[in-house]
């Protein structure tokens, strides 16, 4: 987890990246601590959720566990 630097973690995420993009899903994510936006978008995403986005998402969940009575 987090070890986005390591040549084995960018290996398999290259790997997934590929096989989403030859499935011809839409390939989304999360901006990676090591990439901008911008070489996301490059390399094929369509939707890269940034740090405003994790903290709406958060929020979010925090909103659907207090309705839930959680």
Known sequence: ????EDDEVKEVLSRAEQAVLSSGTLLAGFRQPNRSVKSMFESGYR???GTV???QLKQAALQDL???GA
């Open 53 to 55: 986005d994790l903290g």
């Open 66 to 68: 207090a309705s839930a």
């Open 47 to 49: 939707l890269v959720c």
């Open 1 to 4: 987890m987090g070890e986005f």
